[in-house]
């Protein structure tokens, strides 16, 4: 576990990187896609696996995915409503963006150099209800209000979505091998934590390639508009919470600054695919990112959140 100004000031220093790569034409955009893609089948599953064969499992955190789901579940209906006036090929993609979050590709490598792997298992709890808001809500919410024909089974579609997602299945695999006090030989142990230390470097230069603020003019009052929804609700809430649930201090840190992290990365994928504005949906991913980078140091700071 580091300084958080370390933490936050190395991690800046990475993200520049990539997006310097990425502005001399080293990285293109579209490579960013092969790379997280390879990260989501294997540096990110290496991480939360690893992670939650050696969690000490207390009671407390299953509440951190019910948080995060109910949370989630309210403030996409809010977003619903709120948005209910705008035009059929908005409404969709800022409903989406109201809620929901980028653990995976934003948060645990912060986490991870503050709190170490001890903080790093609550953000995975929590990002266990947040999968279910990202693919069973945001995509479900979407889904009906795409004026695209619905094709199939749209619940089965969702759900397979969900359990093939190599994260989400080795989060349950690293649940039951650690309920059924199942011992990892050493050996497969060492090469799983090998693969899992290069998930904060590339994630961090992955953050700095995908980043881009360009957006038409008419478009940024609703981005505002999302933005200020996503920030006022996490904050009213996180700190609302964090004064009163009769959790240790490690649980209320974990979950106020995990309702105020940026939008899913899987908002532009669904903007993609439904057909809705995929320039709306990657500026709600890319501010978001640096509002949540900036109000993230700023609690740390002000709450002295980071351990002594």
Known sequence: MQSPNV?????????SIGYLLKSFGFIK??????VSKFLMHTTFPALVFSTMIQVKLSAELIWLPIICFLFGSVSSGIGFLIFKKEAPEFRGILTMGS?????????????????????LTYAIMFDLGN?????????????????????GNTAQHIFKRIFT????????????FNLASIHVPDLAFNIIDTIAKGNKPMVLLLMGIYFSVRLPKKSYVKVFQVLSLRYFLGLSVGLSLFYTVPFDVQFRNMMLVCLI???GMTLITYADELEFDTSIAAALVNFS????????????????????
């Open 99 to 119: 809620s929901g979050y980028n653990l995976g590709l934003f948060a645990y490598p912060l986490i991870e150099g503050i709190w170490g792997w001890q903080g």
């Open 289 to 308: 990112m640096l509002i949540s980078f900036a109000l993230m140091w700023l609690l740390v700071w002000v709450f002295h959140m980071a351990p002594m």
């Open 29 to 34: 955009p579209h490579d960013a896609k092969s």
């Open 7 to 15: 933490v936050f000031g190395s991690a800046l220093l990475v993200i």
């Open 261 to 263: 992290l940026p939008a």
């Open 165 to 176: 997602l190599p994260p989400f299945q080795a989060m349950l695999i690293g649940l039951t």
């Open 131 to 151: 999968s279910f808001i990202n693919f069973i809500v945001n995509y479900g919410m979407g889904t009906y209000l795409s004026a695209l024909p619905k094709k």
